[in-house]
C-alpha cells in the first residue's frame, strides 16, 4: 500500500490544528476542515486561533511553504482524523455523538477505496464502530471492517490523543500513541500513518481498548484529584493548612498527593469519567463519585465567598453587599493557557455574577475578549493589583504566582497566597 500522501484533518481547535501542523511539519500535504469561517481564513494568513506554545510559528511556516492549508469542506485524501467535540447530551451526562456524526457525513462523499479513517475524539466505548456505521450507510458502495474485516475497502481506527495543553507540539512527537483499530490491518495502517512524525511508541490494540485506555487514564487522574479536593474540604473544616499536611504526607516515599483547586476542568478530565459511568452505571461507583466530589469543588468555593461576605457584613454594618468588590484570579481551566472549556474558575465567576450584587473583577491574562455570560464582571488582562474587600485565586498563572497577596480577605483555592482552601 502507497504511503499517505494527503490527509485531511476534521475540526482546527486544541488538538486538530496541532495535529495537522505536526504532519504538515513533516512535508505531507495537509487540509485542515472547520466549520467557522474566521478560524480557516486565519490560518491560511499563517496565524492561530488558540494559544499553545511554538504553534504559530509551525502553522506560519507549513502554510507559507505550502503544505498546509484549511477549508470548510473535506477534500479527497488517503486519511482523514476527525478532532472534534465530544460534549454532554443533557443534563445526565450522557455523551453527545453528534459532532462525530456531522463530521462523518462531511467526510464519506469524498471516501474512496483505500482510505483510512481515524477517530481522535475522545469517545465513549463503542463510538468508533458507531462512526463506521455511519459511514456504511452512507457509502453503500464500499465495504468496511464490520461487514468485510480485513478485506475491507475503507480502514478505520481509533487514536486518542493525550497531550498536556501548553505541551502539546512537543508531547504529540514524544508521547507515545495507543492505536486501536476495528481489525488489525485497520490498526496497522493508522499507526503507519502515526509514525509519521511520533517517537514515541505506537502500541496497537482494538478500537474498544483504545478508546477505554483514554478514558482510564483521565478518571485516574479525576480520582486522585477528588481525593485531593476531599482533603482541602477536611482541612479547612478541621483548621489545617491542607498544602503544608500534603507536603509533608509527600515526605513518605510510597505517596504522592496531588494539589486541590477549585475544581476540575478542560475537555478530558472533566468529561471523560463520565463516558464511564454511562456506559456502566452500576459498576463505575468509584469514578462516580470521584466525578461527584470534583463536581461539588466550585459550589464550595462560592459558600467559602458567601461566608465572607457574610463576615464582612458583621464587622462592617454600614457596608450594604451591593459595595462589596470581589476580586477574582484567573478563568482559563489550567494554569498558563487560555482554554476556558469546563473551567470551574469560569462557572464560579459566571455564578458570582448571577448571585452577587457588588462589583466583581476578574483577571485572565491569557485571553484577548471577555467569554460570554459574565454579565457585569470586569475582565481585565493586567495583573496589577486591584483593590478589593475579596480576593479569589482560582488560577494559579505564572503572573499571579510571582505577585504579592493583595489587602483583603483571602480565598486562595491553589496555594499561591499559602492560606488553607
Known sequence: MSAFSKICVIGLGYIGLPTAAVFASRKVQVVGVDVKQSAVDTINRGEIHIVEPDLDAVVHSTVSKGYLRATLVPETADAFLIAVPTPFAGDNHDPDLSYIQRATEAVAPVLKAGDLVVLESTSPVGATEQMAAWLAELRPDLTFPQTAGEDADILVAHCPERVLPGRVMEELVTNDRVIGGMTRRCAERAAELYRIFVEGACVITTARTAEMAKLTENSFRDVNIAFANELSVICA????????????????????????????????????????????????????????????????????????????????????????????????????????????????????????????????????????????VEVVTDSAEIAGDIHVMLVDHKLFRNSAAPQGVLIDTRGVWRVSA
Not at 469514578?287 to 469543588?297: G, H, P, Y
Open 237 to 376: 473544616k478541621m483548621d489545617i493548612d491542607v498544602w503544608e499536611l500534603i507536603a509533608l504526607a509527600n515526605r513518605h516515599p510510597r505517596v504522592n498527593i496531588l494539589s486541590p483547586g477549585p475544581g476540575v476542568g478542560g475537555h478530558c478530565i472533566a468529561v471523560d469519567p463520565w463516558f464511564i459511568v454511562s456506559g456502566a452505571p452500576e459498576e463505575a461507583r468509584l469514578i462516580r463519585t470521584a466525578r461527584e466530589v470534583n463536581d461539588d469543588k466550585p459550589e464550595w468555593v462560592l459558600r467559602k465567598i458567601d461566608a465572607a461576605i457574610a463576615a464582612i457584613e458583621t464587622t462592617s454594618p454600614g457596608k450594604p453587599r451591593s459595595e462589596i468588590r470581589i476580586v477574582c484570579y484567573g478563568l482559563a481551566f489550567k494554569p498558563d493557557i487560555d482554554d476556558l472549556r469546563e473551567s470551574p474558575a469560569l462557572e464560579i465567576v459566571r455564578s458570582l455574577a448571577a448571585r452577587h450584587p457588588g462589583p466583581i473583577t476578574a483577571i485572565e491574562p491569557n485571553i484577548d475578549q471577555a467569554p460570554s455570560g459574565l454579565g457585569k
